[in-house]
């Protein structure tokens, strides 16, 4: 337990102080932390050696995120951007697959592990897009839901891509769970957490514990029925959603999912393997800038296509065009599964972070967002 502790603050004290030189040198505070994780972790000064305490930390960050997306959606917008938040993010994954696909298959690698690598590819950050986008247009604006609509939809097929690894579920039966935990979440909402939360309204902290236990509960549960937990926390919040306390709640709840979130960039460097780097740098740029540069484009495309302005289809192809946590879960989970060599999971791992990395200095630099180095564009 004291170790776990002193990791913890070895972790805040280092990122906190990366991330104000970052703050002073106007460079994205994300790139901070994930620094921290490189300087601090196994491969670096070994500050911090073992990291699986922090990684359940960093989960918890995650789902936080993602219900806090759901208490600031509105279900009547998601429900109408589905149809084509659905063409958009299988148009755009079937690219990304195709080309990661034919990649690695020039690269040396076999079908299977292209294959592989042309679905862990094709996600976009649900953390990184969510994080860098103002609150006000989460809150109120075509942006916010139009994106979110796709980072869910990219989530659940994730979710699909994994269990299909496994060899563990089907596809109908996964929605089946997600389709019951979603009618069942509506339900208690309703009739027993909003008349709940009224009888103490005045109480901000219990206020607060409420709706967080909700939201872990939610995603405790679907994790023990074999759904996702990430996808049920987003459910959760969906619902809380509907309350009239749900934009207070959801200011109260940035600050606090924020700060979980450093332990998933510090996650993200420890996981460097430093002496391995050099093998898979130049095929990891190589794979970084087709997968970028193919999203964007593609992204741009199907925008346009579906009927979006010029101005929305750049910005929304820009916040999305990099990898994705998932990236990272789904070449673990085939690693295990002995369906990926080290230098193949390697690449990817490499790819996914040189991604994210380019990706936080293109939307901060250029982009409105709460971490923009330029003031014009820096909007909470």
Known sequence: MYRALLDISLIVAVSALLAWLAAVMRQPIIVAYVACGVLAGPWGLRLVVDTEFIEAASQFGI??????????????????????????????GLLSLGAVFVFG??????????????????????????????????????????????????????VMALMFIGGTMSPAWLFLKGGLIFILSLAFERYILRPAMFLIERYRELLFLMAIGWGLGLAFVAHEVGFSPEAAAFIAGLALARSPLSLYLSEGLKLFRDFFLVFFFFVLGAKMNIPQLYLV??????????????????FLGLFRLTGESQAFAREAALRLAQGSEFSLIIALAALRLDRLDFATFDLIQMTTLISMIVSSYLVVFHLPTPLAVKQGLKQD
């Open 63 to 92: 789902i936080l995120l993602l219900f806090h997306a759901g208490v600031v959606m509105h279900l009547q917008r998601l429900k109408d951007l589905a149809p084509k938040a659905l063409a958009v993010t299988l148009g755009q």
């Open 105 to 158: 298959l020039l690269a040396g690698r076999s079908q299977s592990q292209s294959l592989i690598m042309g679905v862990a590819l094709s996600f976009s950050s649900t953390i990184l897009v969510i994080k860098l986008m103002p609150t006000v247009t989460l809150h109120q604006q075509y942006m916010g839901a139009y994106g979110i609509a796709i980072l869910i939809l990219q989530d659940l097929l994730a």
């Open 281 to 298: 740098l130049p095929l990891a740029v190589m794979l970084a800038a087709i997968s970028m540069g193919l999203k964007f484009l593609g």
